[in-house]
């Protein structure tokens, strides 16, 4: 089914969302990879505060290619997710709202989307230059020194996904594929 | 003997490592827009026609394709009949990327120390296969890798008496494993045969062999035919959400090998599968 949301997202819009939907999303997300969870759980380690209250909001895993003079932003398609899988549980208990990424989940991490009411999307991977037209502005918000790893706020209009994984951890990956094996 | 001067490798490197980004060769784009078109799945047909949209804005507007613009893999047969001037070659192929990135505003994504992990913040270096060939000219083959997908990729070291079979359960393993971690529909490239080092660039050179060029080796032609059949029974599909369009191509290379070995590479690309080759 086709949505349209608007992001940070409540667990009460999170709940209607089901592995499959065609959602477009409006708002702000944040950008993450690899080098920006490690940190992030660093400073979590050590006590400290995160750059950002991540209740309700997304996470976009990726980092861009430059942009040109001009434009908000190059490139802009999704990361494999599973490289993050070893830090979400704990961002998902922070209270996380969604991701944004591609490919697989693992076990621990689709049973804090569960626990958590969270959802995580799909966005096309090698799409980049089709989906940095969905994004309006672009700015860092932390970590600068990580280059096409800082953290980023993003602004999105109708920047498309599927859901991949619901909050009842229905997942697409696995039904989908099912049902074209062998023809 | 004929005389060039590394500049000309530099200034070549350069084009082909921001062409590679924006323009896919005629053999993958074809078979893209092919794939649009007969995909059965409807989410697969979304999919595919989204990336049909990509194609046409960065090469119109010049953004890259993939975000991920990849490590720069570059494949130079020279003749032997070439003398170089001006410079060391391998510091002429670096300048090349160097600037290909820089001037490109292609991401920079290669860091120095493979555990450190700090960014060179140029791209460099590129991974570089040298080979002698006859002549008096070099062919630049530059095929940028994204890592989504060779992440996914294998080396299997087979036992002889697993025959055929074995490498298509290696290979099909790989594929099923990949799954949509590697951005479907790919490209598979696989080396089979030499030794441990050997399949694995046969299997990263097999996968800039022209999408649907055969191998010459009949047998190998109808194990190629066969695989990708098998791969897009598999019901992965486009993204990786269902379909028939799992694998655009299975490009297979052999090699001699040891009578107490079978060695299998499987190098997984994506369906960005970059190629530019030039001849100077
Ligand atoms: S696997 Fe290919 S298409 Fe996917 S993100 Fe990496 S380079 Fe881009």
């Known amino acids: 089914m086709k949505k349209y949301i608007t992001v940070p997202i409540g667990k009460e819009v999170s709940r209607t969302l089901k592995a499959g939907d065609y959602v477009y999303i409006t708002g702000t997300i944040y950008t993450a990879r690899d080098a920006a969870h490690k940190r992030m759980k660093e400073t979590l380690d050590r006590g400290e505060n995160l750059p950002l209250n991540w209740e309700g909001q997304v996470i976009y895993y990726m980092g861009p290619s430059p942009a040109r003079a001009g434009r908000p932003i190059g490139s802009a398609g999704p990361t494999t997710a599973s490289r993050m899988d070893k830090y979400t549980p704990e961002l998902l208990d922070m209270g996380l709202g969604a991701m944004i990424g591609k490919g697989k989940r693992s076990p621990q991490v689709i049973e804090a989307i569960i626990r958590n009411r969270a959802v995580y999307f799909a966005a096309v991977g090698g799409a980049g230059a089709l989906l940095s037209k969905c994004i309006t502005k672009s700015e860092v918000l932390a970590y600068e020194d990580l280059g096409a790893e800082a953290i980023r706020r993003l602004e999105v209009e109708n920047f498309p996904a599927i859901v991949v994984i619901d909050s009842e951890g229905n997942n697409l990956y696995e039904t989908a594929a099912q049902e074209y094996a062998g023809k | ?280």
Request: with cysteine.
């Open chain 2, 1 to 280: 003997m004929r005389e060039i001067k590394v500049q000309e490798i530099t200034r070549n490197i350069k084009e082909m490592c921001i062409e590679a980004n924006h323009f896919l060769s005629k053999d993958m784009a074809d078979a893209m827009a092919n794939a649009a078109a007969s995909e059965e799945s409807p989410l697969g047909r979304q999919i595919l026609s989204q990336l049909q949209d990509n194609l046409k804005i960065a090469g119109e507007d010049m953004i890259p394709i993939c975000q991920d613009t990849g490590m720069a893999v570059v494949f130079l047969e020279v003749g032997q009949d070439v003398h170089f001037e001006g410079g060391l070659l391998v510091d002429a192929v670096n300048e090349g990327i160097r600037q290909g990135y820089t001037e490109g505003y292609l991401r920079k994504s290669v860091v120095r120390d493979p555990l450190i992990r700090e960014n060179t913040k140029d791209n460099t270096p590129g991974v570089i296969h040298f080979s002698i060939v006859e002549g008096s000219r070099v062919r630049i083959k530059v095929a940028p890798k994204g890592f989504g997908s060779e992440n996914m990729s294998r080396i299997f070291m087979l036992k002889p008496a697993e025959g055929i079979e074995g490498v298509k359960e290696a290979v099909l393993t790989a594929v099923r494993d990949a799954g949509p971690n590697a951005c479907p529909p790919m490209v598979i490239g696989v080396g089979i045969g030499g030794t441990f080092e050997k399949c694995a660039l046969m299997a990263k050179e097999a996968l800039t062999r022209e999408v649907g060029r055969h191998s010459e080796i009949p047998y190998v032609k109808e194990l190629e035919e066969e695989l990708l059949a098998r791969i897009n029974g598999l019901g992965i599909g486009p993204g990786g959400l269902g379909g028939r369009t799992t694998a655009l191509a299975v490009n297979i290379n052999t090699y001699p090998t040891h009578i107490a070995g079978l060695p299998v590479g499987v190098n997984i690309c994506c369906h960005v599968n970059r190629h530019v080759v030039r001849v100077i």
